[in-house]
């Protein structure tokens, strides 16, 4: 609602048909609850630039946690001020309040645009406001409109006893917190980082060298901090502020705590060449930020003559640079698992977040040929077999529509499924490595066993042998 | 404090045995073929193992376990070929003789990430090697992409690899080509170490040839059959009327 429409006596929840009547030439808009959450989404990005602390409220509020933060914008008034007039400047009807809860802010804001309440001082800013500004269901706002109680003082003066058994506990929090008496924790939108440092510009920034520039002495300062601290970051973010209020953030992780400026542009700069839509400045920045959104304590490294420290850190360094660009879940390492069933004995994991792990790999038995092969299918695929006795291995196989005569055959290998973690009872399979006529091996099993279990056995290609 | 560190870097490389006294050249432990890669196959290069079926990869793996010596070897492979000749096993590397915590893997969406994963993982000295796995003939990888991944592996000595299956033969800058396909065991009842029919189709130091050759799991080297292996029809000359190399057929089925 903006003024203009109010100068019409329009109001929200009225019927279409007597708006139109009033105004003959409405243009009517389908409500559009989608875009409207995304604009929303949008200008809450922009909000960052005051307080990474930032959170929805409903579907048309936003709620700033700015404790710490106000001195930076010249006070409360100021900062304020600043808040209402950048958003109104885009075109935008706003209504603000600042208050020391969430919800005496958010009821203000709402109901007392403007207002600023003195640490304290919620229970007299609120005292006026109507009981709907206490975000209550409609069904106890009705309830108190027809008991008489039409502002917040006026219920805050009945007993809370007599409240609790009329309405319940729930709406004595809600007043309690309206009253500044409790408050109740918002939760931000974004990650709330451990660290952050960020560079405002007088004037917008558009060439590329000169944001990389800024993004190395963002990273300088930043690892200033985290060396005072003893502590690495494993997760950095980096966020654009466009001067026309679109926000941009990239983010990467690393497999160690880094707390190289020089590294983290580097990485950085792998980051933002992968980028699919690549980095818009339109007219330009006017903030960048470096955010380290996990730390983790840094170790200083002990020099030992045997080790190979510098291996393991270009490693770690090319597994940054490869997640960077394509995907952390793309860069993988292989982990051992404590089971026999073949396909779930080793994992490959994300390598930078591969976590430290006692088992051990099975050592090959030496003298044996390889009884595992190199490829494995992700999922068993199955064949049409041919087999000389029903326990045997097949003497012919169809896979993928070419027939394979099998010439050469080891097995079985009898694996019994794990019944102990399973609910339903799982076939037991018999392995069988298979040569063919031209000297392809395969590895093959049968599902179920003949006439001991309750299936029809069928056969699979499990993986090839090199 | 640092200054030590340099220092004492300064004093292990003194110490460190030269990472190849063999002037850049692994022997493979077969030695025909080493006879005829003048000494082992070159470190700090590309070369090329065109697969016919699964030895290929097995081949490649075991080229770049000996290259790699004791340093990590990074094995890129594009979702395609998982799905189609199944995913690098960490239990099937393992029983190879290829320690699998000294592998890394990664998974890239198409041939322009994995060519551009392997650039960049060429620039890392702490590899060993690095298998590049190109499904088919993409047009990104043309006689340019295969001459700059010959640049990154000379730059910081990695060694390359391509992986190729299901590929025309086409020009390229590497150092050999390998035609591989699974070689037949010897005898009806022996079941024998992994086996390759293996054709140095190209080598721009010496000769070019075709051999058996057997991996042995156990060192991680290649040998030659035995004599009696040797007789056993294991090896087809290769024929002169059509291409050495074509594809399985495929039947209808």
């Avoid at chain 1, 959450?37 to 700033?64: E, H, M, N, S, Y």
């Avoid at chain 1, 930076?72 to 209504?95: D, N, S, Y």
């Avoid at chain 1, 490693?315 to 952390?328: C, K, P, T």
């Avoid at chain 2, 990074?74 to 979702?79: H, M, P």
Wanted: net charge neutral.
């Amino acid at each position: 609602m903006d003024a203009r429409a109010a100068a019409l006596k329009l109001h929200p929840g009225m019927a279409l048909a007597s708006a139109r009547a009033m105004v003959r030439a409405l243009d009517v808009v389908e409500a559009d609850p989608a875009a409207d959450a995304k604009l929303l989404g949008q200008i809450a990005d922009w909000c960052d630039r005051f307080t990474p602390f930032v959170a929805i409220d409903r579907f048309d509020g936003l709620l700033l946690d700015v404790t710490g933060a106000t001195h930076l914008f010249g006070g409360e008034e100021k900062m304020l001020a600043q808040i209402r007039a950048k958003i109104a400047a885009q075109g935008f009807v706003v209504r603000g309040a600042l208050a020391g809860t969430a919800a005496a802010a958010r009821a203000l804001a709402r109901y007392a645009d403007g207002t600023i309440a003195a640490s304290g001082e919620e229970a007299k800013a609120t005292a006026f406001l109507p009981v709907a500004a206490l975000d209550l269901e409609p069904r106890d706002t009705h309830a108190l409109k027809r008991a008489g109680l039409k502002t917040i003082a006026q219920v805050a003066g009945r007993g809370r006893g007599e409240l609790n058994a009329r309405f319940g506990k729930t709406f004595v929090f809600k007043l309690d917190r309206a009253l500044g008496l409790g408050e109740q924790p918002i939760s931000p939108r974004r990650i709330l980082p451990d660290l952050l440092v960020e560079h405002r510009f007088a004037d917008p920034v558009v060439a590329e060298d000169f944001i990389a520039g800024t993004l190395l002495s963002l990273g300088r300062s930043l690892c200033g901090v985290l060396e005072e601290r003893g502590q690495g970051a494993r997760f950095l973010e980096a966020s654009f502020f466009r001067t026309d209020g679109v926000v941009r953030h990239i983010a990467f992780e690393t497999a160690r705590p880094l707390r190289e400026a020089e590294t983290i542009a580097r990485l950085f700069r792998a980051r933002l060449d992968a980028l699919a839509d690549p980095l818009d400045p339109g007219f330009g920045f006017d903030l960048v930020r470096l955010a380290a959104l996990h730390v983790e304590r840094l170790v200083p490294e002990s020099v030992g003559l045997g080790a190979r420290p510098d291996e393991d850190k270009e490693i770690a360094f090319l597994i940054d640079r490869l997640a960077a660009r394509f995907g952390s879940h793309r860069v993988l390492s292989f982990q051992a698992q404590d089971t026999h069933i073949p396909e779930a004995a080793a994992v490959a994991v994300p390598a930078q977040h591969a976590p430290e792990t006692k088992i051990a790999f099975e050592p090959r038995l030496a003298g044996e040929v390889p009884r595992r092969p190199l490829r494995m299918m992700e999922k068993p695929e199955p064949i049409d077999v041919m087999a000389q006795v029903p326990d045997g291995p097949p003497l012919r196989f169809r896979w993928r529509r070419v027939l394979h005569a099998v010439t050469r055959a080891e097995g079985p290998e009898r694996i019994a499924m794990e019944w102990w973690k399973n609910q339903s009872p799982q076939p037991t399979r018999d392995y069988f490595r298979v040569e063919d006529e031209a000297g392809r091996r395969f590895w093959l099993y049968r599902d179920g066993l003949y006439g001991r279990e309750p299936f029809s056995p069928r056969w699979y290609v499990h993986g090839l042998f090199a | 404090m640092s200054r030590n560190l340099h220092a004492l870097a300064g004093i292990r490389q003194l110490l460190a045995p030269a990472a190849d006294p063999d002037g850049g050249r692994t022997p493979l432990g077969h030695a025909q073929a080493d006879r005829a890669l003048r000494g082992g196959l070159m470190c700090g290069a590309l070369h090329e193992v065109f697969a016919a079926d699964a030895a290929g990869s097995g081949f490649a793996a075991a080229l770049a376990r000996r290259a790699a010596g004791s340093k990590r070897l990074l094995w890129i492979v594009q979702d395609y070929s998982a799905l189609e000749h199944g995913q690098v096993s960490a239990t099937g590397l393992a029983e190879f003789g290829i320690d699998p915590t000294a592998v890394l893997l990664m998974r890239a969406a198409n041939a322009t990430d994995a060519l551009r994963a392997g650039a960049d993982a060429l620039c890392c000295s702490a590899l060993g090697a690095v298998i590049v796995e190109i499904p088919g003939n993409p047009k990104i990888l043309d006689l340019v992409a295969s001459r700059r991944l010959v640049l990154g592996a000379q730059a910081k000595g990695v060694t390359a690899f391509l992986l190729r299956s299901e590929a025309e033969i086409e020009p390229s800058a590497a150092q050999t080509r390998w035609l591989v396909r699974s070689g037949r065991s010897p005898g009806i009842d022996d079941w024998g170490s992994p086996r390759f029919d293996a054709e140095l189709s190209r080598n721009r130091q010496g000769e070019t040839g075709r051999w058996m050759m057997e991996w042995c799991c156990d060192d991680g080297a290649f040998r030659g059959l035995s004599e009696q292996a040797a007789h056993s029809g294991a090896v087809v000359s290769p024929a002169s009327d059509r291409p050495a190399f074509a594809p399985p057929q495929r039947r209808a089925g």
